[in-house]
T-cell receptor, first 114, second 113 residues
Framework: KAGVTQTPRYLIKTRGQQVTLSCSPI?????VSWYQQTPGQGLQFLFE???????NKGNFPGRFSGRQFSNSRSEMNVSTLELGDSALYLC?????????????FGEGSRLTVL | GDSVTQMEGPVTLSEEAFLTINCTYT??????LFWYVQYPGEGLQLLLK?????DKGSNKGFEATYRKETTSFHLEKGSVQVSDSAVYFC????????????FGTGTSLTVIP
């Protein structure tokens, strides 16, 4: 069974640009979550999508957005990039509604903003 | 709001030493508690979990008990191996917020032969 796949794995952008990251969940999983991982802040929740609807959203500015498609694949977009957006962005999928849900993580997309 | 606090690292142990990584949580509801592990160059993966008070999660020789009275979920292993070197994250999720997980900042463990 294929795991969670994130693309691209590495990317470099400059301030002011925008970026789109992609995540393909485990087959059959309908929940996709995004996290930002930095050395100082650890893992911080960005948002979760379930059946194409945003179910939860963390405390990030509106520059961070996402969407989920009918096949459960998800994208997140960051507009007007800032230096502080440099981080590892992790996608996780889950096959349950979250009551005792386990998250399955991808290896992440490492974004560097210059 | 909900949050998780875990002991700062890094932690360095000799092989076969006893390991404890402390984790405490704050939650208004009845969360499920998790330990995730991130091996070098790999993604996070679930190590163990507990879904209600007094439950004990265990896997690969690691154990953690959900203690509601002390709001803790400390990770323990009786005899660590070099292959246990990784970053360990304590986390909680509350059924009311779906799959929104709150993670601790992570504890880096290095086991030396």
């Amino acid at each position: 069974k294929a795991g969670v796949t994130q693309t691209p794995r590495y990317l470099i952008k400059t301030r002011g640009q925008q970026v789109t990251l992609s995540c393909s969940p485990i087959s059959g999983h309908r929940s996709v979550s995004w996290y930002q991982q930095t050395p100082g802040q650890g893992l911080q929740f960005l948002f979760e999508y379930f059946s194409e609807t945003q179910r939860n959203k963390g405390n990030f500015p509106g520059r961070f957005s996402g969407r989920q498609f009918s096949n459960s694949r998800s994208e997140m977009n960051v507009s007007t990039l800032e230096l502080g957006d440099s981080a590892l962005y992790l996608c996780a999928s889950s096959g349950t509604s979250g009551i005792t849900g386990e998250l399955f993580f991808g290896e992440g997309s490492r974004l560097t903003v210059l | 709001g909900d949050s998780v606090t875990q002991m700062e690292g890094p932690v360095t142990l000799s092989e076969e030493a006893f390991l404890t990584i402390n984790c405490t949580y704050t939650a208004t509801g009845y969360p499920s508690l998790f330990w995730y592990v991130q091996y070098p160059g790999e993604g996070l993966q679930l190590l163990l979990k507990a879904t209600k008070a007094d439950d004990k999660g265990s896997n690969k020789g690691f154990e953690a008990t959900y203690r509601k009275e002390t709001t803790s979920f400390h990770l323990e292993k009786g005899s660590v191996q070099v292959s246990d070197s990784a970053v360990y994250f304590c986390a909680l999720s509350d059924r009311r917020t779906g799959n929104q997980f709150y993670f601790g900042t992570g504890t880096s463990l290095t086991v030396i032969p």
